[in-house]
């Protein structure tokens, strides 16, 4: 069965400090991973897409396939990075399962 | 217009009432999703449509009973909900494409069943 583990519930830094939201998955078959975003009082939206291998707001995140990870890394956190992150698979052309999210706390 | 749009916002209702979840798009998509989504936790499918045919039910109660009028529209009909059915329930839709296809989501419409 496809899962999307995000251990941490909450994750604070001080801003200028890198940051690491971990997201490991489990899926049989070839996995499709995007990381959402969602910053208070807006809505989800799509921050990045394995396929894409781009840099978003200085985000990056890598498919590691022999890890089964697809961590998200900024090097230099912003107190407006600060907002739920879900990591989310997309398998069976058109369902995506959302992993439980982490909170991301840049403090200043 | 690159939104999708849920009406109404704010949605309280009786456990006898029926009411409906609106949900809008004009970007061509066509495949569009509902989700529910309860406090602090992620978004939870429920139905996928794809080209105006329901795909995907994953097993939701019958209370609730999606439908697709055409390819910009997504109701959710609402019936004998119960309390904890109470939750911000999310439209969403995605383009026509295979291997990159990303969701686009509404604000959603927060729900409270009394």
């Known amino acids: 069965a496809q899962r999307v583990t995000q251990p941490e519930k909450l994750l604070s830094v001080f801003k200028g400090a890198p940051v690491e939201l971990k997201c490991n998955y489990s899926?049989?078959?070839?996995?499709?991973l995007f990381w959402y975003v969602q910053y208070s009082r807006q809505r989800l939206q799509l921050l990045l897409r394995h396929i894409s291998r781009e840099s978003i707001k200085g985000f990056t995140a890598d498919l590691n396939k022999g890890e089964t990870s697809f961590h998200l890394k900024k090097p230099f956190a912003q107190e407006e990075d600060s907002a739920m992150y879900y990591c989310a698979l997309k398998y069976n052309f058109n369902k995506f399962y959302f992993g439980s999210g982490t909170k991301l706390n840049v403090k200043p | 217009d690159t939104e999708v749009t849920q009406t109404p916002k704010h949605l309280v209702m009786g456990m006898t009432n029926k009411k409906s979840l609106k949900c809008e798009q004009h970007?061509?998509?066509?495949?569009m999703y509902w989700y529910k989504q309860k406090a602090k936790k992620p978004p939870e499918l429920m139905f996928v449509?794809?080209?105006?045919?329901?795909?995907i039910n994953e097993s939701v109660p019958s209370r609730f009973s999606p439908e697709c009028p055409n390819s910009s529209l997504l109701n959710l009909h609402l019936h004998a909900l119960q309390p904890e059915d109470s939750a911000l329930y999310l439209c969403?839709?995605?383009?026509?494409?295979?291997?990159?296809?990303?969701?686009?989501f509404g604000e959603g419409s927060r729900l409270t069943v009394l």
């Open positions: 899926y049989s078959g070839s996995p499709e």
């Open positions: 449509y794809s080209y105006e045919k329901l795909s």
């Open positions: 969403a839709s995605s383009p026509p494409t295979v291997n990159t296809g990303e969701l686009f």
């Open positions: 970007m061509g998509h066509r495949a």
